[in-house]
C-alpha cells in the first residue's frame, strides 16, 4: 500500500517492509481480508459523520529462546543482572531497567518506522510488557500501527537473543496478554460524542448507547476477541480478564471502562481481547458494538462499583466452540462485518478448532497412558 514502505532496523542486512492488502484480479478489495472488514466498519462512521479516534495497548512477555521441544516457556535473562525475573512489581521500574536495551530498540524501532508508540510499563507477570500507542483518527491505521509493533517487538526480541510472545497465556500459573482498545468518537462538529455537554465526568447519553451496544455485541464477537484454543486458557476468574460484559467508571475489573480524565477525553476501554486477536477484527467488532449501540439507542448495564470479577457471575461463551457458534448464527456479525466474511472466518477457524481437539497432548500421555 502507497506510504506503508520503511526501513527494518532490527536486522543484520539492510531490510524493509510494506503492508499488503488483498484484491480480486478485477482490483476489487477481498471481503474477508480482516483489513477491508474493518474499513467497511469505519465507512458506516464516515456515512454519519462521525469519527472514531482509537488506540491500541498490546501486553507481551520476553522469554528465552533456548527451550526443549514441549517444555513450557520460561522468562528471559535480563542482560543487565544475568537472571531470569522470579517476580514482578506491576509498572515497576526495576523491571524496565532490566530489560532496558531491549525497550529502548523497540522505541528506536517505532520512530525509524513510524509507529506513534507513548509509552512501556512492566505488567503482573515476570518478564511481561505493555506498550500503549498513541490515539489516531483512523481506526484502520490504528489497526496498521499494532500490527507494526507486534512485529518490531518480536524482531527487536530476536536480535538480542530472546523471542517475544503475544500468546494469550504462555504460562499456566502467571497472568495473560491483553490487546486493550481505547475508543472515543468525534461528532461532525470535531467535538467528542461521549463527553458530558455539562462538563461534567460521567459522560454523555451516548456513551451510555455505545457501552449498552458494546454490552449486547459481546458474546457475538468472542471469536474474533479470543480466536484460538490458548485463548479460552486466558478467560479465567481472578486472571484479570473480564468475564462478563460489565462496564465501571475507571473500573479495570470490568470489561468496559470509562478512565478517569477531563471530559473531552472521554472514552471507553475494551478490555476483553487477548493480545493473539487480530488488531483489525478485534477493532472493527469494537466499533461496530459502540455505532450499534448509539443507533439502535441501546441501554447500558448500571456501572459496577467495586471488584466485578467478586460480584459478576461470569457470562463470556466458556470453550472455544461455544463461542464460534455464536459467531456463526450472529445476526449482527452478518450485518456489520459481512455475512460472507462471517461464514470464511468461522469455517477457518472451525477447522483449526478440530485440528487441535484430535491433538493427543503429552498431558494426556501422564495422566492417562497407563492409569486407565
Known amino acids: ?44 462512521y464516515r456515512a ?47 523491571e524496565l531497567d532490566d530489560f532496558e536495551a531491549v525497550l529502548d530498540d523497540v522505541a528506536n524501532a517505532c520512530r525509524v518506522q513510524r509507529i506513534p508508540a507513548m509509552a512501556a510499563s512492566a505488567e ?11 490515539h489516531v483518527d483512523d481506526p484502520v491505521k490504528a489497526a496498521d500501527h499494532a500490527v507494526m509493533l507486534k512485529r518490531a517487538v518480536k524482531g527487536v526480541a530476536r536480535a538480542h537473543g530472546m523471542n517475544a510472545t503475544f500468546m494469550a497465556r504462555p504460562f499456566s500459573e502467571e497472568t495473560g496478554n491483553g490487546l486493550h ?50 485463548a479460552y486458557k486466558r478467560l479465567r476468574p481472578a486472571n484479570y480478564v473480564p468475564m462478563s460484559a460489565c462496564w465501571g467508571y475507571n473500573n479495570r ?9 477531563s471530559a473531552a477525553s472521554t472514552r471507553i476501554e475494551h478490555r476483553v481481547a487477548g493480545a493473539d486477536a487480530n488488531p483489525y477484527l478485534a477493532t472493527a467488532a469494537v466499533l461496530a458494538g459502540i455505532l450499534h449501540g448509539i443507533e439502535t439507542e441501546a441501554e447500558a448495564p448500571p456501572p459496577i462499583d467495586g471488584n466485578a470479577y467478586e460480584t459478576e457471575k461470569p457470562t ?11 459467531f456463526e448464527t450472529s445476526d449482527f456479525v452478518a450485518d456489520w462485518l459481512g455475512a460472507d466474511f462471517r461464514r470464511v472466518f468461522h469455517a477457518v477457524k472451525e477447522s483449526e478448532r478440530q485440528d487441535f481437539e484430535a491433538i493427543v497432548t503429552p498431558l494426556e500421555w501422564r495422566w492417562y497412558l497407563t492409569t486407565v
Open 316 to 326: 463470556v461463551p466458556k470453550t472455544w466452540a461455544a463461542a464460534l457458534e455464536c
Open 181 to 230: 482498545l481505547h475508543v472515543s468518537v468525534l461528532g461532525p462538529d470535531g467535538r467528542n460524542i461521549f463527553a458530558d455537554p455539562k462538563g461534567g465526568k460521567l459522560g454523555s447519553p451516548a456513551l451510555g448507547h455505545a457501552v449498552g451496544g458494546l454490552a449486547a455485541s459481546m458474546n457475538d464477537c468472542m471469536a474474533l476477541f479470543a480466536p484460538t484454543a490458548n
Open 124 to 134: 503482573y507477570a515476570p518478564g511481561q510488557f505493555e506498550i500503549n500507542l498513541t
Open 253 to 261: 475489573s470490568c470489561a468496559f471502562r470509562v478512565p478517569a480524565g
Open 48 to 94: 454519519r459523520g462521525l469519527t472514531p479516534v482509537v488506540a491500541i495497548e498490546l501486553e507481551f512477555f520476553l522469554i528465552d529462546r533456548k527451550r526443549e521441544d514441549h517444555a513450557p516457556p520460561i522468562p528471559a535473562i535480563s542482560p543487565v543482572t544475568g537472571n531470569r525475573q522470579a517476580t514482578t512489581q506491576c509498572y515497576g521500574l526495576d
Open 1 to 44: 500500500m502507497p506510504g506503508t514502505l520503511v526501513p527494518v532496523p532490527w536486522t543484520a542486512r539492510p531490510s524493509a517492509q510494506v503492508l499488503l492488502t488483498m484484491v480480486d484480479p478485477g482490483g476489487v478489495p477481498f471481503f474477508a481480508d480482516p483489513r477491508v472488514v474493518l474499513q467497511r466498519v469505519f465507512d458506516r
